[in-house]
């Protein structure tokens, strides 16, 4: 090899190169791009849409009787007037030992009389 | 068009993609031995580019970052394959009956695509873009993102790698031209 120099050996490497498959490019493969191209564009506007978890209606309904069946039971026994402030549960008795409701009519008569204290 | 294509210009787009497609293709399909995923591979290095054009700021460096971002692809392709297989490079099949001149010919190319695809990944980058593609030194060394000496050492060694695989062809052609030019 000693009697070829550095360039008559680059020549005939490059020559034989030459020789490699030539890639043609398919058929098709631009517009195959352009489409994969808008494909993208479509998905880059898109927001993911998340679907709400469907909620079956007794779920609810069904733990929201509980509590109203429970509260009228529990109200109806007076369980739990201990915990509630003074103000409200004597306000309450007093209404219910009431037998005659104050209608204004003894009040009105006082009026006419000349009482205004 | 760099900036037409980064305002989502399908039509100035198309045309960058009929500018690059094709060398970008080749280097591609040499890196990945003639392997099927080839438009795969270039695809993703355009579509990269169409969804973020922003990366380029110059667009005489667009071309070469095209065949970085695709080559880096093909080689992370190959290596999460590793079917660097140069039977996938398709023979077009010649209906006509082949002569002997004609079949030593075919033997000759296979026997280059087989030696080029033997070497080593980053040597067969470099003779890829400055044989193949007719890149500079320089340019060459960009699109690898290394020193223009790193490259000449590259090209050298695949040089001398190709030489040895392709021993007896070259030596023929060594002769031949040496006696033409006598």
Same mark, same amino acid.
Request: no cysteine; proline share 4%.
């Given at each position: 090899?000693?009697?070829?120099?550095?360039?008559?050996?680059?020549?005939?490497?490059?020559?034989?190169?030459?020789? %490699?498959?030539?890639?043609?490019?398919?058929?098709?493969?631009?517009?195959?791009?352009?489409?994969?191209?808008?494909?993208?564009?479509?998905?880059?506007?898109?927001?993911?849409?998340?679907?709400?978890?469907?909620?079956?209606?007794?779920?609810?309904?069904?733990?929201?009787?509980?509590?109203?069946?429970?509260?009228?039971?529990?109200?109806?026994?007076?369980?739990?007037?201990?915990?509630?402030?003074?103000?409200?549960?004597?306000?309450?008795?007093?209404?219910?030992?009431?037998?005659?409701?104050?209608?204004?009519?003894?009040? %009105?008569?006082? @009026?006419?009389?000349?009482?205004?204290? | 068009?760099?900036?037409?294509? %980064?305002?989502?210009?399908?039509?100035?787009?198309?045309?960058?993609?009929?500018? @690059? @497609?094709?060398?970008?293709?080749?280097?591609?399909?040499?890196?990945?031995?003639?392997?099927?995923?080839?438009?795969?591979?270039?695809?993703?290095?355009?579509?990269?580019?169409?969804?973020?054009?922003?990366?380029?700021?110059?667009?005489?460096?667009?071309?070469?970052?095209?065949?970085? /971002?695709?080559?880096?692809?093909?080689?992370?392709?190959?290596?999460?394959?590793?079917?660097?297989?140069?039977?996938?490079?398709?023979?077009?099949?010649?209906?006509?009956?082949?002569?002997?001149?004609?079949?030593?010919?075919?033997?000759?190319?296979?026997?280059?695509?087989?030696?080029?695809?033997?070497?080593?990944?980053?040597?067969?980058?470099?003779?890829?873009?400055?044989?193949?593609?007719?890149?500079?030194? #320089?340019?060459?060394?960009? /699109?690898?993102?290394?020193? /223009?000496?790193? #490259?000449?050492?590259?090209?050298?060694?695949?040089?001398?790698?190709?030489?040895?695989?392709? %021993?007896?062809?070259?030596?023929?052609?060594?002769?031949?031209?040496?006696?033409?030019?006598?």
């Amino acid at each position: 090899m000693e009697k070829y120099d550095e360039t008559q050996m680059d020549a005939a490497l490059e020559k034989l190169l030459k020789r %490699a498959t030539e890639p043609s490019v398919p058929e098709g493969a631009e517009a195959r791009l352009m489409l994969v191209l808008q494909s993208v564009e479509q998905q880059l506007k898109v927001v993911p849409f998340q679907p709400r978890p469907k909620i079956q209606g007794w779920t609810i309904g069904l733990p929201l009787a509980a509590a109203l069946a429970l509260g009228i039971y529990l109200g109806s026994r007076d369980t739990f007037d201990a915990y509630f402030p003074e103000a409200i549960t004597d306000g309450i008795s007093a209404d219910m030992s009431d037998s005659m409701p104050s209608t204004g009519l003894d009040d %009105a008569e006082s @009026y006419a009389e000349g009482d205004v204290t | 068009m760099l900036l037409a294509s %980064a305002r989502r210009d399908a039509a100035a787009f198309a045309e960058l993609v009929s500018r @690059y @497609y094709k060398p970008v293709y080749r280097m591609v399909w040499r890196m990945m031995n003639g392997n099927a995923e080839t438009e795969d591979v270039a695809q993703e290095a355009f579509v990269k580019l169409w969804q973020n054009p922003a990366q380029i700021r110059e667009a005489k460096a667009l071309k070469g970052w095209l065949m970085r /971002v695709a080559s880096n692809l093909a080689i992370d392709r190959l290596r999460r394959k590793s079917h660097a297989d140069i039977d996938a490079i398709a023979e077009v099949a010649d209906p006509r009956q082949a002569t002997g001149a004609e079949l030593e010919e075919r033997a000759v190319t296979a026997r280059v695509n087989q030696a080029i695809a033997s070497l080593p990944e980053r040597q067969k980058l470099a003779v890829t873009l400055v044989y193949f593609e007719g890149m500079s030194n #320089i340019s060459a060394a960009s /699109v690898m993102d290394i020193s /223009v000496d790193a #490259i000449e050492s590259l090209l050298t060694r695949g040089k001398r790698a190709l030489r040895e695989s392709l %021993a007896e062809d070259w030596r023929g052609l060594l002769d031949e031209l040496s006696s033409k030019a006598g």
